[in-house]
């Protein structure tokens, strides 16, 4: 049964108790950024650690001259005889048919084509879904079926609490009902017995009078109080309809949360067996 951060009682309390200026806080709020993922997991750095780094033509030249800026023994460096051999300067033997064209002008997008393992890391590595720690997404999984459980477990004791709170209080405004049916019959008793005495008291009519317009304004009193308890005790019935109507939603909302947790597991299988097949193609494309 989905819910707004705020509208549980004690996360209006907490929030009325935080400034207008600073952000809206929750328990809530503050159990999900427990959850986040680290940023030490989705920054590049972290993502790119285990490839080798590629050295920069400025860091090749350090590496191949001497103090003075002159060549060791005029040589020609490694890159620049990989760049020949790959511009095509050099024997067409010398390098293997097929070889993409690399030269210092172009970059990682014209190889987009190129088949091998530039090809596959780039796939591999351009989806976020592949990178990642899978405890720690295991980890937030469990803490949100255990945060759904525990809300599910709150609501449903909040409904029977409810439940017996209204039985309760349906019983109490029955009882009152019964009383106020026993005043009114006492009431008509001295009624009657006024009405029959005061053909006989002529001395005390006037009294007797005002005793009467007292005892009719009492039972007008007690016919809307009775008509107020009636109100209420209908109030009550659709509540307890209404309790009950919510007790099947947090029951069929009980069998959706059972569901979705079967379907994670479905997922992650499929997970595992997507990661393993692209473990195998990995491992083939280095070997072969």
Do not use: C
């Not at 109507?245 to 947790?261: C, D, G, N, Y």
């Amino acid at each position: 049964m989905p819910t707004s951060p705020t509208s549980h009682p004690m996360a209006r309390e907490h929030n009325l108790q935080q400034p207008k200026s600073s952000p809206v806080q929750s328990p809530l709020t503050q159990s999900t950024k427990k959850l986040r993922i680290p940023q030490s997991l989705t920054s590049s750095q972290k993502r790119f650690s285990h490839l080798p780094v590629i050295e920069t033509e400025s860091s090749l030249r350090k590496k191949s001259t001497s103090p003075d800026e002159s060549p060791f023994n005029d040589k020609k460096r490694l890159v620049d005889q990989f760049y020949e051999l790959s511009s095509g300067t050099a024997t067409p033997n010398a390098i293997t048919p097929g070889t993409p064209f690399i030269s210092r002008s172009n970059t990682m997008d014209d190889l987009k084509d190129a088949k091998g393992s530039f090809g596959f890391l780039k796939h591999a590595y351009g989806d976020d879904s592949m990178i990642g720690d899978e405890e720690h997404k295991s980890h937030m999984r469990k803490s949100v079926l255990e945060l759904e459980s525990e809300v599910t477990k709150r609501v449903k004791h909040r409904v029977e609490e409810s439940g017996l709170e209204m039985h309760k209080t349906t019983t109490q405004f029955d009882g009152m009902q019964a009383e106020i049916r026993q005043i009114k019959d006492k009431v008509n008793v001295y009624v009657s017995l006024l009405k029959s005495k005061s053909a006989t008291l002529d001395n005390d009519y006037g009294q007797l009078e005002a005793e009467l317009a007292k005892l009719y304004s009492t039972l007008s009193v007690l016919d809307q109080y009775e008509l107020a308890v009636e109100t209420s005790r209908q109030k009550m019935l659709t509540s307890k309809k209404k309790l009950q109507q919510l007790t099947q939603i947090v029951e069929i909302t009980e069998k959706q949360i059972s569901k979705e947790r079967e379907n994670v597991k479905v997922r992650r299988k499929w997970i595992l067996l997507v990661t393993a097949l692209l473990l195998l193609v990995f491992l083939l494309s280095y070997l072969f």
